[in-house]
């Protein structure tokens, strides 16, 4: 069973990414992957995390051609709504961080405080 992305950073061709069935819980030691056209992680516990659509997303902004998550086409909107998920919000979801959707404070002033 793999756990995490440790390995992949090797690969900055990748188009397709297929980690499906797995037991990935989240987003650490995600990679930049500029080419990646598609992210399949159905079936491990981080596909379940609220807003994991939006924060795919935000963790590939690069990759404009990002065109499917877990074999679903991302919208338009999917894209405008992933704006608060890229920049710092991104490079702490990188290093393992998960917002706490329970807290009235905002997930960038999360991922900010996760950064000090």
Do not use: W
Request: proline content about 3%.
């Amino acid at each position: 069973m793999i756990t995490n992305f440790e390995g992949a950073e090797t690969i900055s061709s990748l188009k397709m990414l297929t980690l499906s069935n797995n037991q990935i819980e989240h987003f650490g030691g995600y990679a930049t992957f500029t080419g990646l056209e598609s992210i399949d992680l159905r079936g491990n516990p981080v596909a379940d995390v609220q807003d994991f659509r939006l924060i795919a997303i935000g963790l590939n902004a690069h990759a404009k051609g990002l065109k499917l998550i877990n074999g679903t086409k991302v919208t338009r909107e999917e894209r405008e709504n992933a704006g608060p998920y890229g920049g710092k919000f991104a490079l702490c979801v990188k290093e393992g961080f998960l917002p706490d959707y329970t807290s009235d404070v905002d997930i960038k002033d999360q991922a900010a405080t996760y950064l000090m």
